[in-house]
Nanobody, 127 residues
Framework: QVQLVESGGGLVQAGGSLRLSCAAS????????MGWFRQAPGKEREFVAA????????TYADSVKGRFTISRDNAKNTVYLQMNSLKFEDTAVYYC????????????????????WGQGTQVTVSS
C-alpha cells in the first residue's frame, strides 16, 4: 500500500482559498487513482473529488463543482485539491485516498473502493 500524508489545511474566511496537498510514499503514486473525501462533525464521510492515474476524468461532487480543482503531479508523487470560494459548509476534515488501479483512466467515487487513506487535515471556514 501507498502511505499518504495530507497538508495545507487551516482556518480561512468565507470566500477565501486553500490548497491541500497529499504526498505519497512507499509506492509510486502513478499506479493509483486518487480521491479526496471530507467528513464534517456529526456527518458521514462524503466524496469531494477524484482523478484517474493519468490525470484525466476529474470528477467532483455537485457541492464543490466549479469551486474545487483536483490535480496531480506524478513526478512529485503528490495530489492537490485547490479550493476556491470556500463556504462555511466546506468545514470538515479532508482525507485523500488511493486506489491501486490497472486502468489509467478510471476514477472511483465510493470510499469503499479505496485501499489507502491519509490521516486527514482540518479545514475550517469562518463565516
Amino acid at each position: 500500500q501507498v502511505q499518504l500524508v495530507e497538508s495545507g489545511g487551516g482556518l480561512v474566511q468565507a470566500g477565501g482559498s486553500l490548497r491541500l496537498s497529499c504526498a505519497a510514499s512507499g509506492r509510486t503514486l502513478s499506479s493509483y487513482a486518487m480521491g479526496w473525501f471530507r467528513q464534517a462533525p456529526g456527518k458521514e464521510r462524503e466524496f469531494v473529488a477524484a482523478i484517474s492515474r493519468s490525470g484525466v476524468n476529474p470528477t467532483y461532487a455537485d457541492s464543490v463543482k466549479g469551486r474545487f480543482t483536483i490535480s496531480r503531479d506524478n513526478a512529485k508523487n503528490t495530489v492537490y485539491l485547490q479550493m476556491n470560494s470556500l463556504k462555511f459548509e466546506d468545514t470538515a476534515v479532508y482525507y485523500c485516498a488511493g486506489k491501486f488501479d490497472l486502468s489509467s483512466v478510471t476514477i472511483a467515487i465510493r470510499g469503499s473502493e479505496y485501499d489507502s487513506w491519509g490521516q486527514g487535515t482540518q479545514v475550517t471556514v469562518s463565516s
